[in-house]
């Protein structure tokens, strides 16, 4: 996509090393912000890598303290917070007991309304978060990728990639268990400051040969996230990053 940033590629030794990273990035992010710092996060393995990580890399105090940070979900699940497939409350359970981010300043989905009027009050409240902006405007967005390379829940082929107006859009037919969800959508994801993948593990290998590597006609959803000015950074591990052959930065033992 002309004018996009370029992407920088870090490959470590495990995830534990990029964890670390990954955590250092984002405490680095905040104090950047100088105030208000905005997150996205996604679930899946991410949840347990933040968890592990981020309560010792983020300042207790100071214009970078998670008190300061807002923090919403790239996508979630139409599911209770209680329910094992929530990703807010996987975070609940793991990151934000270990954190103090304010319980208002924390974006999630009413998963008690139907799927298309839970998307529109999702989308609302991320106005009233981003006031002044038409389109908000995140300082860092943390994603993953599916070995289909999907991303959120932008699924390959699906109507939802060719989004231009909606910042959030609701999904009915997931082919990844549960159907219902709601999603960022790609432009919000392209108008982010700094936009991070995070891929572990050799079943990544295949799909981000292609993703990073591939040109193809019609790409997969992860390949279309190129922020228009901001940064974009792929995270991985060694085993993600076996089949690479494009030139990225490989990280030693901490």
């Known amino acids: 996509m002309p004018g996009s940033a370029p992407r920088h590629i870090s490959v470590f030794p495990s995830p534990q090393e990029l964890g670390s990273s990954l955590a250092q990035l984002v405490a680095q992010r905040a104090a950047e912000a100088g105030g208000r710092f905005s997150l996205g996060l996604s679930g899946g393995s991410l949840v347990r890598i933040l968890a592990q990580e981020l309560p010792s890399a983020a300042p207790p105090a100071g ?8 923090l919403a979900f790239c996508d ?8 094992p497939d929530s990703t807010f409350g996987a975070y609940k359970t793991h990151l934000l007991s270990k954190i103090s981010i304010p319980e208002n300043q924390v974006i999630t989905i009413n998963s008690s309304l139907p799927v298309d009027e839970a998307a529109s009050d999702y989308a609302a409240k991320l106005k009233e978060a981003f006031q002044g902006e038409n389109m908000p405007v995140f300082d860092l967005l ?6 289909d390379g999907h991303t959120c829940s932008l699924f390959p082929d699906h109507p939802l990639l060719q ?17 219902e969800r709601i ?7 392209n108008a982010a400051r700094t936009v991070v993948f995070v891929a572990t593990g050799d079943g990544k290998a295949a799909i981000l040969k292609r993703i990073l590597e591939g040109d193809e006609a019609n790409p997969l959803p992860a390949a ?31």
Do not use: C, M, N, Y
Request: net charge negative; proline share 17%.
């Open 63 to 70: 214009p970078a303290a998670p008190a300061r940070w807002v």
């Open 76 to 83: 979630e699940r139409l599911v209770p917070p209680e329910h």
């Open 142 to 147: 943390i994603l993953g990728v599916g070995p």
């Open 163 to 179: 989004e231009k107006d909606k910042i959030v859009a609701p999904i009915s037919d997931s082919p990844k268990p549960p159907p």
């Open 183 to 189: 999603t960022l959508t790609l432009p919000v994801l």
């Open 224 to 254: 279309l996230v190129q922020p228009h000015t901001g940064k974009l950074h792929w995270f991985l591990d060694e085993s993600a990053a076996k089949e690479l052959t494009v030139p990225f930065e490989k990280h030693s033992i901490l």
